[in-house]
């Protein structure tokens, strides 16, 4: 029963990193409509800023988690303009996806090249050792803790947003869609880089807690959780911020559970089926809506 | 003597027959090197590496490039016909002739991969796009973390098969271990070589363009254009695309049994057949030309050979291919790049006419 | 018997009912317009007839043989084919494989022949080049046959894709919006295109327009749709003259 308790906690630990990046998965897809596949390396490039400002030069991480999430904001916003918007009406809707590989490879090599292929151990952010239940028995650790309140800080922040301001209601028209928007007067090309400024800074938050949590930081660091995020913003329903959190909670919980109770080996196996049995079953997910195909 | 020359030349008029000359040009080349003794042994044993990432390019430009849908899965593909060929020249090693044992464990390294592409093909080919690529990415390290942890063996009672130990099998003490778990398989037969590897390269090249040229290839790119003109035609949309995609995984297949044919240990890493794998295929099928079968071997060869022999590159090789992946992509796909380009071909034409009549 | 037969068709997207109550009647031969205001669900009933919605309520029948609910696929084999409003061509293939595509149901041969280019696949191939250059010469465009068909001009691009539609040899032919987008020259042409089918093949056309001199001009007879139900059914003078029609078209004044 307690080891039970203590694999859910970590469940739900990682769970709250895989729901901080399927926020900015889900509203990158529903608002862009296209799979970002470098989102996950956007994790690795700000684990490896906050590094570099924490363990190189013995900087504070209050100051260190801001300048990455401001990096990786300027990439995310770059990326989309250069290599993802002149794709857009493009006569294929994998030509941009293709892209989007090339650009997470792009910075996996750029990482190789500058930090190499060894592992880097990184300093957690969360100094707290954390909390002790049950006599003990228990042990929670801080960065546990924070990680799923910041998570459902960020939860509560993009709902009021996206609900409760301009900027988000065009998002909203955007997403449902885009050549109605620009007729309403939105300005597509800034929504979108908007979306994509407050996807990727949510992936350098993430990229600060996976770290603190599984403090072994390489070139590909990112691409796993990053996938596995997808898997989550798809079972939450793609498009759905409460879906994602709610797909990140979910997917972290069997993820761990597994591993726990059946092997390290077939864990990802199964958080792979999991997407395929939901896409199959229910392809909107929890809590996502239909699109069809206008003829 | 004319008429022979002519025929030679008419049999290079079609542009698949180039495809095959090529090939059989390099695989000529390469004979008289290797004979003559030239070649470094780290070139001689790329050679057969280089055939099978030129066939599963092939297979999976059937699958982006003929019947346009994004599979990342093709890795997966290619190591279920790496492993149940290799565990069938396991059981066979002692009791069988290397030709035909190579040429059996062939016939069950396909089987296995085309079953297994219409198994998945199944639920798989119901999505498009986004999620297919994904979910074929989740099928490929379904594979590969299965057979990474897939314990076979064999004893006079038949198969055993067990995903956590060797114990569990609960063999008799005749038993043969086929495949056993994360250890892989070890001692395959090395039965493959350059010519059989040249051989099954073409097998794949005539199988995918003769293909392309017949009334299923058109029916299949048909639905790549426009799938619901193609039902409106009377286009069964659901078989074409599995029929598509079963022989894509088949040719991923062959290419793994020559993969596992010619390694001594077999694991199901990631680093042979993880979706990092699937993806650096993809990029030897877009930067060869996504549709052009000729492009996908030579960006294969190319691609595969160079980093390889230019050891300085290496380093920079997939920067180099993400930059160029990136560029070719937006140069061949951005609509406002190609109005650029179609208007830079209207002047450039009538420049050309002016300069004639001047 | 009317070769088709749609007897109170229905279909309901959520709360709306696209179309409503819709019968029709189409006999062999005939050249029969279906109009309306844009909204009023034309395009659904064509959707509806060839099975890219299921109707919610209603039954077709061609030919006596009750087709409500079949696959795509299977009605264009029971015979109808059709064009689309917003061009569907296969845009990466030549002008001959655009109809070389739409022929190969009644050229047969098997995946392995297609493979090993035996024996059947040379001859079979041979005949539907034969065939399908015989469809392009008759609309006029066997010269283009080896261009993309994405590089054909608009006018021309129309025109394949009706010819697509004739190589699968359908007892009806739909078409939809095919003045859509023409200058007057092309539309003069595009209507001696119909003439020519009609004459040719004897062909059944149910045609969506909204160029009313095309309608005069060649339909005999009309339905028009409003709201998703029929507002008029008759001879193309009576409907054009009907003052509820009329209504419709300009609107109360």
């Not at chain 1, 803790?145 to 900027?167: C, D, M, P, Y």
């Not at chain 3, 279909?11 to 005939?30: M, S, T, Y």
């Not at chain 3, 845009?91 to 035996?118: E, F, P």
């Not at chain 3, 250059?133 to 010269?143: N, T």
Request: glycine residues 10%; contains cysteine; positive net charge.
């Amino acid at each position: 029963m307690l080891s039970f308790l203590t694999s859910l906690v970590n469940g739900l630990s990682l769970g709250s990193i895989y729901a901080i990046i399927a926020l900015g998965y889900t509203m990158v897809y529903g608002i862009a409509k296209m799979l970002n596949f470098a989102h996950g390396d956007f994790i690795m490039v700000g684990s490896y800023v906050i590094f570099i400002f924490v363990s190189n030069l013995g900087l504070s991480p209050v100051i260190a988690i801001p300048v990455a999430v401001v990096l990786c904001l300027i990439l995310g916003v770059t990326t989309e303009r250069v290599a993802y918007r002149p794709l857009r009406n493009a006569a294929s809707p994998l030509a941009v996806l293709i892209t989007a590989i090339g650009v997470s490879y792009l910075l996996e090599n750029v990482a190789l090249l500058i930090f190499g292929a060894d592992t880097k151990s990184f300093t957690s952010v969360i100094p707290w050792s954390g909390i002790t239940l049950a006599g003990g028995e228990i042990r929670i650790q801080g960065v546990t803790i924070i990680t799923i309140i910041t998570s459902v800080v960020i939860l509560l922040a993009l709902q009021f947003f996206v609900h409760k301001t301009r900027e988000g209601q065009a998002m909203l028209a955007v997403a449902q869609d885009r050549s109605a928007a620009t007729l309403m007067g939105i300005d597509v090309n800034k929504t979108i880089s908007l979306t994509f400024a407050i996807g990727s800074a949510l992936a350098a938050i993430a990229g600060a807690f996976l770290c603190s949590a599984y403090p072994s930081l390489t070139p590909y660091t990112g691409a796993m959780p990053g996938i596995k995020a997808f898997v989550a913003a798809v079972l939450g329903g793609i498009g759905s911020i409460p879906g994602a959190m709610l797909g990140g909670l979910v997917l972290g919980v069997i993820e761990i559970l597994a591993r726990t109770y059946i092997s390290t080996q077939l864990s990802d196996a199964i958080v792979f089926g999991i997407l395929v049995v939901v896409l199959l079953v229910k392809p909107t997910g929890i809590l996502g809506k239909i699109i069809q195909e206008k003829v | 003597m004319t008429k022979m020359k002519d025929n030679k030349l008419s049999f290079l008029k079609k542009k698949e027959n180039v495809t095959y000359a090529i090939v059989i040009a390099v695989w000529i080349i390469m004979e008289i090197l290797l004979k003559a003794g030239v070649v470094s042994s780290h070139l001689s044993g790329l050679l057969v590496p280089m055939c099978y990432y030129a066939i599963v390019a092939v297979g999976l430009n059937l699958c982006v490039g003929i019947l346009g849908e994004l599979s990342l899965g093709h890795a997966g593909f290619m190591c279920i016909g790496a492993f149940f060929s290799a565990a069938f020249s396991q059981i066979f090693k002692d009791s069988l002739p290397g030709g035909l044992r190579f040429f059996l464990a062939l016939v069950i390294g396909i089987a296995f991969s085309a079953l297994f592409g219409f198994l998945i093909g199944i639920p798989v080919l119901r999505l498009n796009g986004d999620y297919l690529a994904i979910v074929t990415l989740a099928f490929g390290e379904i594979i590969k973390n299965i057979l990474n942890s897939l314990y076979l063996g064999l004893d006079s009672k038949g198969f055993h098969f067990s995903l956590t130990s060797m114990l569990e099998l609960g063999m008799e003490p005749d038993g043969k271990t086929l495949i056993n778990g994360a250890m892989g398989v070890t001692g395959t037969p090395r039965d493959a070589n350059f010519t059989i590897a040249i051989f099954l390269l073409i097998v794949s090249l005539i199988v995918v363009q003769n293909l392309i040229n017949s009334r299923d290839g058109r029916a299949i790119m048909s639905i790549r254009d426009n799938r619901i003109a193609a039902e409106s035609i009377g286009i069964n949309v659901t078989k074409y695309k599995m029929l598509a995609f079963t022989m894509s995984a088949a040719i991923a297949g062959m290419a793994g049994v020559l993969f596992s044919h010619n390694i001594s240990t077999l694991q199901a890493t990631g680093q042979y057949f993880g979706y990092n794998v699937s993806i650096m295929i993809l990029v030897y099928v877009v930067l060869g030309g996504i549709g052009s079968i000729r492009g996908s071997v030579i960006a294969a060869a190319v691609l595969y050979l160079l980093p390889e022999l230019l050891r300085g590159l290496n380093k920079y090789r997939m920067l180099i291919y993400s930059i160029v992946l990136i560029v070719v992509m937006i140069i061949n796909w951005a609509p406002a790049v190609l109005d650029k380009r179609q208007e830079l071909m209207m002047k450039f034409r009538k420049g050309n006419r002016k300069n004639g009549t001047a | 018997m009317a070769l088709l037969e749609v007897n109170d068709l229905c279909i309901q997207f959520g709360g709306l009912r696209a179309v409503d109550d819709f019968n029709l009647n189409i006999e062999q031969g005939e050249l029969y317009g279906l109009i309306g205001p844009n909204g009023a669900g034309k395009t659904t009933v064509f959707n509806l007839l060839t099975g890219v919605y299921r109707p919610t309520e209603g039954q077709i029948l061609l030919d006596g043989k009750n087709i409500t609910g079949h696959k795509t696929a299977e009605i264009n084999r029971d015979g109808i084919a059709r064009t689309f409003q917003n061009i569907r061509l296969f845009s990466k293939m030549s002008v001959l494989d655009n109809v070389k595509v739409a022929l190969q149901d009644r050229y047969h041969y098997n995946t392995l022949t297609g493979i090993l280019h035996l024996g059947s696949y040379k001859k079979l191939e041979k005949e539907m080049d034969a065939e399908a250059m015989e469809i392009l010469s008759v609309f006029g465009m066997d010269k283009d046959a080896e261009l993309l068909s994405s590089n054909l001009p608009y006018g021309q691009q129309r025109k394949l894709e009706i010819a697509r539609a004739m190589a699968t040899k359908p007892k009806l032919l739909l078409l939809d919006e095919p003045a859509a987008g023409m200058n007057p020259n092309e539309t003069a042409e595009l209507m001696d295109t119909i003439s020519l089918i009609r004459d040719k093949y004897k062909m059944t056309i149910l045609l969506i327009e909204h160029d009313m001199k095309l309608v005069s001009g060649i339909c005999e007879k009309l339905t028009v749709l409003n709201f998703g139900r029929v507002l008029a059914q008759g001879n193309t003078k009576d409907v054009l003259s009907d003052p509820e029609v009329i209504k419709a078209y300009l609107g109360d004044e």
